[in-house]
């Protein structure tokens, strides 16, 4: 790879709505190391990096990163946009992979892709993809300043909620660090990149699941999306709750505590199961507005 891919994945213990979840025992494993056992199959990533809190509680994930050999970096509570900022530069990040915690069935495949769509890579194409990088590092080699496989309403998604991942160049984290004003768009790390966003058109591929479509910010950054056909953007995969974890126990136990299937294999496991689908669908998601109580103005 040219330059350095970092994931960041955000984690914290004091979650409001299910505290401690990210080390909840899911078929015999935290987690946490669920996630980072997929993670860790994305073959575009050169680093990941744990970002988490300086608060007491977080001391746990500390020692845990320890033990699964993944560096940790600790900072703001409230400020996310700003630990992942910190983050970023200690582990001298070039291009910045943002993923959650609490999303355990993230799949390696779609952060590759997203990857790709920020490299400007065709996605038929990545067995060759490192022959086509830019031999460039400046962030104006790429296409997209970033890219990500999808965005809150009014955008419509089309992967399940806990299948998300965002790409940006460190130059444009670093002007959302500067910029950002708003408690959500500290919080929520990205917003300030793709708030008002208009897709003028769409790169189609024939016969294809994907397509990706394009546009700029008001405030100048060039944006790609990732979307999917068929829609499954009513799913909901991620941890936030009880109803939550109970689903995603029956995913793994189904797949005996496993790591190796894909979000296609939970996809056809649900088709079979229609059930397992309505344990957590009643649980309603947090919008990119939403912030938690704890935020405070930078």
């Known amino acids: 790879m040219t330059g350095n891919t970092l994931a960041v994945i955000q984690a914290r213990m004091s979650s409001s709505r299910l505290p401690g979840k990210v080390l909840l025992d899911v078929a015999g494993k935290p987690l946490l190391q669920h996630m980072l056992d997929r993670v860790k199959k994305a073959e575009y990533l050169d680093g990941i990096v744990l970002a988490t809190t300086t608060d007491p509680s977080d001391d746990i994930l500390e020692q845990f990163c320890r033990t699964q050999n993944i560096p940790c970096f600790r900072g703001s509570l409230?400020?996310?946009?700003?630990r992942c900022y910190w983050a970023a530069i200690q582990f001298h990040a070039e291009k910045i992979v943002r993923l959650t915690a609490d999303c355990p069935l993230i799949d390696p495949t779609l952060i590759d892709l997203t990857?790709?769509?920020?490299?400007?890579?065709?996605?038929?194409?990545?067995?060759?993809?490192?022959?086509?990088l830019p031999t460039s590092h400046s962030p104006s080699a790429y296409p997209y300043d970033f890219s990500t496989n999808r965005l809150p309403p009014p955008w419509k998604r089309t992967l399940p909620i806990g299948?998300?991942?965002?790409?940006?160049?460190?130059e444009a984290l670093q002007r959302a660090w500067k910029e950002s004003d708003q408690p959500y768009q500290r919080e929520h790390v990205m917003p300030f990149l793709y708030e008002g966003v208009s897709f003028q058109k769409s790169n189609i591929l024939p016969g294809q699941a994907w397509n990706i479509e394009s546009g700029t910010s008001p405030r100048g950054f060039r944006i790609a999306l990732l979307n999917h056909t068929p829609d499954y953007g009513t799913l909901r995969w991620t941890v936030d709750t009880h109803p939550d974890l109970e689903f995603v126990k029956r995913i793994f136990d189904h797949f005996?505590?496993?790591?190796?299937?894909?979000?296609?294999?939970?996809?056809?496991?649900?088709?079979?199961e229609p059930g397992l689908a309505s344990i957590n669908a009643d649980v309603k998601h947090r919008s990119a507005f939403d912030v938690d109580q704890r935020s405070v103005d930078h």
């Open 163 to 170: 299948l998300d991942v965002e790409v940006c160049s460190f």
């Open 78 to 82: 409230s400020d996310v946009l700003d």
């Open 115 to 132: 990857i790709m769509a920020y490299l400007g890579i065709p996605l038929l194409q990545a067995s060759s993809a490192d022959s086509q």
């Open 256 to 272: 005996q505590g496993q790591s190796h299937f894909s979000w296609w294999d939970v996809l056809a496991l649900l088709e079979k």
